[in-house]
């Protein structure tokens, strides 16, 4: 009985360290810093920050999702050619480019949602994307928690979604 005991302790032990290996380390936030605002004028709102590597790493979303190379209604870009600023294509006003980043980041979320009603994505509160500095560290601690407490919910609906932005 004892000998039965010490293995599920340390079947318990195993467990524990194996499902948080994977998000011991810090989440680190990208800051969008598309020079296309800048050419267009002051920006009311503070700076987007988002963790790229969960969206890879941890949601699996394929590249193509957000970058992309239109060509004959078809994407073409592929993860060997470089990354563009979305004001290279989407720079002629200041409401094309805001324009361009919320369909693609917000326009995803909000399929999410429509799919999945107690997702965990930004879609209502700009705070949430436009994060003032003085919040990145707890939007750095939320993400971490997000992932030692994962919703498998959020990962069925967002790997069966076929998500091109705003647009289904």
Excluded at 5 to 20: D, E, G, M, N, W
Excluded at 67 to 91: A, F, L, M
Excluded at 122 to 144: A, F, G, Q, V, W
């Amino acid at each position: 009985m004892y000998k039965l005991f010490k293995l599920f302790v340390a079947s318990f032990i195993t467990f524990f360290f194996l499902s948080t290996i994977g998000f011991s380390q810090s989440i680190d936030l990208l800051k969008i810093n598309d020079p296309g605002f800048a050419k267009l004028g002051k920006y009311k709102k503070p700076p987007v920050f988002f963790s790229h590597d969960t969206h890879v790493d941890e949601y699996k979303i394929k590249c193509p999702t957000c970058h992309h190379i239109y060509k004959n209604r078809k994407n073409v870009w592929t993860p060997d050619q470089e990354v563009h600023e979305c004001s290279q294509c989407h720079g002629s006003s200041k409401a094309e480019l805001i324009n361009a980043y919320h369909m693609k980041c917000w326009g995803c979320h909000k399929r999410l949602k429509e799919e999945y009603s107690k997702a965990d994505v930004p879609t209502s509160d700009c705070k949430r994307c436009h994060i003032p500095k003085k919040n990145l560290k707890s939007e750095m601690k939320r993400i971490k928690d997000k992932m030692l407490n994962k919703d498998l919910k959020l990962f069925e609906v967002i790997n069966k979604l076929e998500v091109k932005g705003f647009y289904k």
